[in-house]
């Protein structure tokens, strides 16, 4: 069965102090990781795609990497305002183009000034 | 543009009722999706549609109904609403060609079933 977990569940930063989130997959294929913003009250927001083991995309304060079997968001010198939920999701091979997204049940970041 | 447009953004119903929810597009996107929003749970898909008069099931499809009539409208229906359709739910939308991955979400609607 194709699952995504993430951990922890609840993260507190103080401002400046870098961490990282961790989103372990099991999935048949990979086609590819996702990861969004969601901020209270609202939709999640798209940040990156990876799609092989190696890969390295960045925005800003946040950096996310790809293993085999899970993927990290780096968030180096955070600022209050990356407080929000961070969501990972995993796509399947066979789902073609389509969003049929599995996702994990987040990571809460608050930051701290 | 406004995006993704999903109406109501709350609703309250008893046992039974029917209800539908809309969402609309102005991005001419391909594929529509509803996801729901649990508590622990994860967003999880109900249905999804690839165009114009086509639906398809997704992760968790019962006691939903869908309809994808125009292209930039996607409708879920509860025909009998039960206490477990308590969730907040999503619309989102993509498009077809060379896809990224990114989902465009609407702000969701929060539905409590008493």
């Known amino acids: 069965e194709d699952q995504v977990t993430q951990s922890p569940e609840a993260l507190r930063l103080q401002e400046g102090e870098s961490s990282s989130l961790n989103c372990s997959y099991t999935v048949s294929g990979l086609r590819g990781l996702f990861w969004y913003r969601q901020d209270p009250g609202k939709g999640p927001e798209f940040l990156f795609t990876l799609y092989s083991a190696g890969e390295e995309k960045e925005k800003e304060r946040l950096k996310a990497t790809l293993t085999k079997k899970e993927s990290f968001l780096h968030i180096t010198a955070p600022k209050p305002e990356d407080s929000a939920t961070y969501l990972c999701a995993v796509q399947a091979r066979g789902s073609g183009n389509t969003g049929k997204l599995i996702f994990g049940q987040g990571t809460t970041l608050q930051v701290k000034p | 543009n406004a995006g993704v447009t999903q109406t109501p953004k709350f609703r309250v119903l008893k046992t039974g009722q029917s209800m539908t929810l809309l969402c609309a597009q102005d991005?001419?996107?391909?594929?529509m999706y509803w996801y729901r929003q649990d508590p622990g749970m994860g967003l999880r898909l109900i249905h999804y549609?690839?165009?114009?008069?086509?639906?398809a099931k997704g992760e968790v499809p019962d006691g939903y109904n869908v309809s994808r009539l125009k292209k930039q409208n996607f409708l879920l229906g509860l025909e009998s609403a039960a206490p477990s359709q308590t969730s907040v739910y999503f619309c989102?939308?993509?498009?077809?060609?060379?896809?990224?991955?990114?989902?465009?979400f609407g702000e969701g609607s929060r539905l409590t079933v008493l």
């Open positions: 991005m001419n996107h391909e594929y």
């Open positions: 989102a939308s993509s498009y077809q060609q060379g896809w990224t991955g990114e989902l465009f």
């Open positions: 549609s690839v165009g114009e008069g086509t639906t």
